[in-house]
């Protein structure tokens, strides 16, 4: 059936998105490409166009580096015109090319040189994904003028003629010389008057001497690059911290903010992450890491809002607080620095049950059809997933599924089965079929870090398959969990015969064999004294409606995580259909809360 979308309810980051590719398309326009004879490498390029290029060719002879350049290899060299190099030779006070070192030019050099062929088609809005041989990353972006759009770089210099290719590269015409950043992070935030709050936490922490470590001597290599988003002072006076003596007396609680148990030190350490993060790489990740252990920040664009810490947990909606575009993306010898329009520290959290229901992923939400009776949503569409929430081993074209399906049969009617909120997510995974998936994976909502039970609520399918789960598979916080879950089992394979499992009596013996009852029955009765549904009606068969234990999981960072359903035993006829997965702290109560498929939540009497 087709999908049904409400267009009042689509996001602006798709307008958002649709305005960036035809930005990138626009420029693709403009470039320029040039052909030449393979026999032509980039040093004989800039010769045979002296014209343009001959005060280049000279930084290259007096450098050193002409030769490299000459030789074979895949590189990729921004190069300046003639006018670019006298512009910035006048601002040096030079005349020449030769009043400058050899050093000095093979810095030059080395600084619009990258280690392998990239045109314009891979140029993202944000950092270059290849390092240039001075050791710093190059920015490219978009910039407007007189009706027409050119790549920028490092917000330094247009490119005014573009992959041209050569023997041994791809060459890049500029307008600009590219200037490296010589400052610090560390220098770069206390140079900055806005900054004089942060600066002296920095330095009271001794997260100063850490940031500003000259890239060739950092002793640490994971921190040759990091990322610091940080308040302003006035970002910080309207939180109430008036000077950094108002901030330390709220936040030290040891006295010494140098101490890692210090909250001023975490305050500091929880603005820092490793790595060069620019603006499309923090929006291109849901959250980044931060030099607190197992504590992150998470990330989500809206609109064109950068948002840190927006999150909704357990039903609660916490408003973050939004990057300032304006002071970001600060490029530094060692990193880059971002500004954020208020005040955000770690959340103090302690584990809690999570019941996620699998059919709220946010871009279901979205549709027309969600939750709609009797509707049917195949979530692999042209051969892509409409949902982030899911991934596959392999989008292939005869997958079969996943499916997003809402039961038809009203509530309270006995002639079908009752999921919670009456929808699932269906998938027909096997393993005897190359063509097909083995494996989906589901993002869960946040979840605290400690140690969880984790639950995986399902409707019985005779044929349905076995299954291994696991949790942030392929990644260094995996976890395979103990106890296969197989989807033709009903909850008589607790040793509770089929007519008691409805029962309260029933409970002790499921739970003891790692099954429940997840399901409210008429022997629940929520606060409101609303009874659950009767038993379905083939032989009272409430036992169709599993909760079966898949283990215990112990999450080490606050965040979302993937768990994952690899198909030890399927064909591809036997649907699974998956309803609920549990994340219940190992020493809370397992049975409860219970669902209605009307959406009500039963507490233990």
């Not at 399901?519 to 599993?546: E, F, K, L």
């Amino acid at each position: 059936m087709k999908m049904k979308l409400d267009i009042r309810n689509i996001t602006c980051l798709v307008i958002f998105s649709a305005f960036i590719i035809l930005v990138i398309n626009a420029c693709k326009r403009e470039s320029l490409t040039i052909s030449t004879t393979d026999d032509v490498n980039i040093t004989g390029f800039l010769e045979k166009n002296p014209e343009k290029f001959s005060l280049f060719t000279q930084i290259l002879e007096r450098s050193g580096t002409k030769g490299y350049l000459a030789a074979y290899g895949k590189y990729t060299m921004f190069t300046p015109d003639n006018n670019a190099v006298n512009d910035w030779l006048k601002s040096l006070s030079k005349t020449a090319v030769d009043q400058l070192s050899a050093a000095e030019l093979k810095d030059v050099v080395r600084f619009h040189v990258l280690p392998d062929t990239v045109a314009t088609g891979k140029f993202t809005d944000g950092k270059l994904t290849q390092i240039t041989l001075y050791g710093q990353y190059l920015q490219t972006g978009v910039t407007f003028k007189d009706g027409v759009s050119s790549f920028i770089i490092n917000k330094q210099a247009l490119i005014t003629q573009s992959n041209v290719r050569v023997g041994n590269g791809i060459i890049h015409v500029i307008d600009h010389v590219l200037i490296p950043s010589t400052k610090t992070l560390a220098s770069t935030i206390e140079g900055n008057t806005r900054y004089s709050i942060f600066t002296q936490a920095l330095k009271e922490t001794g997260f100063y001497d850490s940031l500003n470590y000259v890239q060739s001597v950092i002793p640490d290599t994971t921190r040759r690059f990091q990322t610091v988003i940080l308040e302003s002072d006035s970002a910080l006076q309207a939180a109430g911290f008036n000077n950094y003596a108002a901030l330390k007396a709220k936040l030290s609680k040891t006295g010494n903010p140098k101490s890692h148990s210090d909250s001023l030190w975490m305050y500091v350490a929880y603005h820092i992450s490793t790595g060069a993060s620019y603006t499309p790489d923090i929006v291109s990740s849901p959250s980044l890491s931060t030099l607190v252990p197992s504590e992150i920040v998470t990330t989500k664009l809206v609109g064109t809002k950068i948002l840190l810490n927006d999150d909704e947990f357990n039903g609660v909606i916490e408003p973050g607080v939004e990057v300032n575009r304006t002071f970001s993306n600060v490029t530094t010898s060692n990193g880059v620095l971002h500004e954020s329009k208020g005040f955000y520290k770690i959340k103090p959290r302690v584990p809690t049950g999570v019941f996620f229901d699998i059919g709220d992923q946010p871009e279901l939400k979205l549709l027309a059809a969600w939750r709609a009776p009797g509707q049917t949503i195949p979530l692999l569409q042209n051969g892509k997933l409409i949902t982030a929430g899911i991934r596959l081993d392999a989008y292939r074209s005869n997958t079969i599924g996943p499916v997003y399906a809402v039961s038809s049969t009203p509530i309270g009617a006995s002639d079908g089965r009752s999921y919670a909120n009456r929808d699932v997510i269906q998938f027909n995974p096997t393993t005897s079929n190359a063509a097909r998936s083995i494996w989906m994976e589901i993002r869960t909502p946040m979840l605290v870090k400690g140690k969880y039970k984790v639950w995986i609520c399902y409707t019985y399918n005779g044929s349905g398959p076995l299954t291994q789960v696991g949790v942030d598979v392929g990644t260094t916080q995996e976890q395979l969990l103990p106890n296969l879950v197989d989807f033709a089992q009903t909850l008589t394979s607790s040793g509770v015969p089929t007519a008691n499992a409805a029962l309260p009596s029933a409970d002790g013996l499921m739970l003891t064999n790692g099954f429940k009852r997840y399901m409210a029955t008429t022997a629940d009765v929520n606060q409101d004294g609303v009874r659950g549904i009767q038993p379905i009606s083939v032989n009272n068969q409430w036992s169709v409606m599993v909760g079966k234990l898949a283990g215990v999981v112990d999450i080490k960072t606050t965040d979302k995580h993937w768990v994952r359903f690899t198909t030890l035993r399927g064909n591809g006829s036997g649907i699974m259909n998956m309803d609920m997965i549990h994340f219940i702290p190992i020493d809370d109560d397992q049975n409860y809360p219970r669902f209605s498929p009307s959406g009500l939540i039963y507490k233990r009497p």
